[in-house]
């Protein structure tokens, strides 16, 4: 599940990329029993570095990001998204690598991870495509929209 606040921010931040630079940023929210719901996506930051084919986000603004979600509403970093401006939206091998590398990082206890990857329709409008990212799979989901019933208070719950 994701809030529409994410989607409009990943949406915004995505249209950036028509300079043909990667960008993208955080995801925040929570991992509950009854599946993952995303409260807030990030942007890049001041400090982002953006190529034509990398993305690395400005960690600072992302530890701030998390810092603010985790005292709001006890969101916490469940995964990030970035775009592919050139390329359709699945994972790349850089992606993939980066994503096994979360979730074997035992210090994150990542149990499993979600990528939000933006591409671009003909038109030039923004696409997402989900995945979720397990130790032995990565898969794509379909990712809906929030509804107020899914709201629960029996999250599994990471250190911030």
Known sequence: MIDDVALTTMVREAARSVDGLETGGILLGVDSTDGMLIRHAGGPGPKAQRGERTFLRDLDHAQNLARSAWAEDGSQWVGEWHTHPT?????SEVDCRSYMRHLNDVDLGFEEFVAIIAGFDS???VILATWLIERDRIRPVA???LTPSFLQTN???RKP
């Open 155 to 157: 999250s599994r719950r």
């Open 87 to 91: 390329g359709g939206p699945s994972p």
């Open 123 to 125: 038109s030039g409008g």
């Open 143 to 145: 990712a809906e929209k």
